[in-house]
């Protein structure tokens, strides 16, 4: 009995409005990487649903760079710190750590020799730090601003230069090493979002809100020119990246466009139009060997191809709030698996090649709380604005005929045969037949907290929060109040029929287990105990003889129907936050996922 990680489908970058997203890359131009939350996320260029992620800041991180050598990768956070971290481990070994500024990092440049790097933020005292990566002692003073720095880099070439851009609107050059400050850049108007050098040293460029672009030289930090007359984009420029010649240069800008210049010429010698929603402001862009990459506010992942700008050769989408619920369904033979977050985003993906993508048309404006599938081929969602929503998986677009206003927030769906839904409320049970409503139990001596329908259609089960499931037949379009009370251990916490209906697993905040058999009255079959913290989600396996619960502890147990003893252990199975939904694409392999955003599957052997 054992398990591997088979697949991770990342997370999409944390994006933030008017606030520019740092793009890392491996020298070698086989990888890029970002952050979301706690985590660093590694994506392979080429096919980017190869994924690793390193999990191990205690504060929100903010930016990830390579080392020239590629061998270490440095990543701060929100608090100041800097971690450096091995890349070539599968376990990301910490070499050092340090604490080089009081406040938010937002951008870490290294010198060539990956032996000094340069740390800007927030702070209190100082803004920036520049030192020695194996000491940490100090190679120079970066001082010159008043607020906040957003950008550094360093020339890869001696003698080295350092370039700063800051939120008091202005740049500042920098000598060394040990680095010292030589004049201050004025040219700008708003801030300064980003300064880059280009590969060959020669120039470097600013770019600021102001939707200008400033060139200098790399040497002695002369202004040359400005790019595109009086300004290079109608709206903020956020992020610049070089061509790896130094001869063309990328600019991502707030007017949801992405330009490619001729450094030169200083003339624009393409334009992606990305759209006209907000979410498709441009706020990062990395030049990767062949590849071009901008990410947009949705944070959506743009390959942008020169010879066609009109769109996207690809868009790499999926989701940046943390997930609440999945569920997984065959369509053409295939399993996809189906994800909703929490702002009301959904998306599907192939679970064999991490392809996917999202509904089309306006969805749900809330968090989506529960999913299944029924038997005509839909999505059936619940979410916090009140609504259940049937989405035919065939057209893959929201349908504004198919949503049904619940009277109270939805916090649980299950369907059954013959077009049955059943939805759990606060403070109301509500059966649906074929999207309408046909029964209210209102007025209940309980608060209900999660239904199930038996895969017969005859039988819904609801299980309360002060303990206990409840049993109602479903004769017509009634249900009908069996009197009969299956006990648990504390209030109820999830649960789910089997497929084959024979038994009903039920979990509960005192972090029992138990399996009740169907047949048998409802007797109870098993109880199981191992969660050290209150278990949240359950899913049974397609053979009906193992089902999986997932709690707060962040441990998965896969367990036996007839042996409680005879169980698999996922522990830490999403490091940081626990698992929030489960499901199964077939009997040995089990999805899970989380608030990290990221969706994970196992490959469970019995």
């Known amino acids: 009995m054992s398990h591997e990680l088979k697949h991770v489908f990342a997370s999409l970058p944390q994006m933030e409005r008017g606030v520019a997203k740092v793009i890392g890359g491996d020298p070698k131009g086989n990888t ?14 080429e096919n980017p649903s190869i994924a690793d992620i390193y999990t191990e800041h205690a504060h929100t991180a903010t930016v990830a760079k390579y080392a020239p050598s590629g061998y270490y990768i ?22 050092y750590e340090y604490t080089p500024i009081s406040g938010k990092v937002k ?8 032996k000094r790097m340069a740390v800007v933020g927030e702070g209190r005292e100082k803004f920036g730090s520049v030192f020695l990566w194996d000491t940490g ?13 957003n950008s550094v880099d360093i020339k890869q070439s001696r003698p080295y230069r350092l370039a700063l851009g800051s939120d008091d609107t202005c740049g500042s050059f920098f000598k060394g090493p040990p680095f010292k400050f030589e004049f201050t850049l004025r040219d700008h108007n708003q801030f300064v979002n980003c300064v880059r050098f280009s590969p060959d040293g020669k120039f470097f460029v600013t770019a600021g809100a102001d939707g200008q672009i400033f060139l200098y030289e790399g040497s002695d930090g002369k202004l040359v020119s ?14 610049v990246s070089w061509s790896p010649d130094s001869s063309q240069l990328m600019s991502a800008s707030g ?25 498709d402001q441009q706020l990062g862009c990395l030049w990767q060997n062949d590849h071009l990459l901008s990410i947009s506010l949705s944070g959506y992942i743009n390959y942008l191809d020169k010879n066609s700008p009109d769109r996207p050769i690809r868009t790499i989408k999926g989701h940046s709030k943390s997930i609440q619920c999945l569920t997984v369904h065959r369509k053409d033979g295939r399993p996809h698996i189906y994800s909703g977050s929490h702002d009301g985003h959904i998306n599907y993906w192939d679970a064999e ?16 709380s529960k999913m299944t599938t029924d038997d005509a081929n839909q999505l059936v969602t619940c979410s916090m604005d009140d609504t259940l929503r049937y989405t035919n998986l065939d057209k893959t677009e929201y349908s504004s005929s198919h949503v049904v206003k619940m009277d109270f927030q939805p916090k649980s769906v299950s369907t059954a045969p013959g ?59 009634t249900l009908k109040v069996e009197g009969q009370t299956l006990p648990t251990a504390g209030a109820v916490t999830g649960m789910a029929y089997s497929d084959d209906g024979a038994y009903l697993a039920v979990i509960d905040d005192r972090k029992v287990t138990m399996a009740f058999t169907v047949a048998d009255d409802y007797s109870l079959k098993n109880e199981y105990h191992g969660h050290h913290a209150k278990p949240v989600t359950l899913a049974w396996s397609p053979d009906n003889q193992h089902f999986a619960t997932g709690g707060m502890d962040m441990i998965v147990f896969i367990w036996n129907i007839d042996d409680s003893d005879r169980r698999i252990k996922l522990p830490d199975a999403h490091r940081l936050h626990h698992v929030s939904g489960l499901a199964w694409v077939d009997e040995h392999t089990l999805v899970t996922t989380s608030h990290d955003a990221c969706i994970k599957q196992w490959t469970i052997r019995y």
């Open 226 to 239: 400005s790019l595109g007359g009086e300004k290079a984009h109608n709206g903020g420029v956020y992020a």
């Open 74 to 95: 440095a990543s701060g956070d929100a608090s100041g710190k800097i971690r450096i971290w091995d890349t070539t481990q599968k376990e990301h070994i910490l070499k």
């Open 255 to 279: 007017d949801k466009t992405v330009k490619l210049w001729d450094v030169g010429a200083g003339t624009a010698v393409t334009t992606f139009n990305l759209g006209a929603d907000v979410s």
């Open 137 to 149: 002692a100090s190679v120079g003073d970066l001082h010159g601003h008043c607020k906040a720095i």
């Open 32 to 45: 890029f990487l970002y952050t979301n939350g706690k985590c660093v996320i590694i994506r392979n260029i």
């Open 419 to 477: 077009g049955l839904s059943l939805v759990v409320c606060i403070g109301q049970v509500v059966l649906l037949k074929d999207k309408k409503k046909v029964f209210t139990l209102d007025g209940l001596d309980y608060e209900p907290e999660v239904g199930a329908l038996h895969p017969g259609g005859a039988v819904a089960a609801v299980g309360g929060a002060e303990g206990g499931v409840r049993l109602y037949s479903i004769q017509g379009n």
């Open 353 to 368: 090649t991490g392809e996917n993508d999202c509904f089309s048309g306006k969805g749900h404006t809330n968090q989506v």
């Open 107 to 114: 951008d870490i440049a290294w010198t060539e020799d990956s």
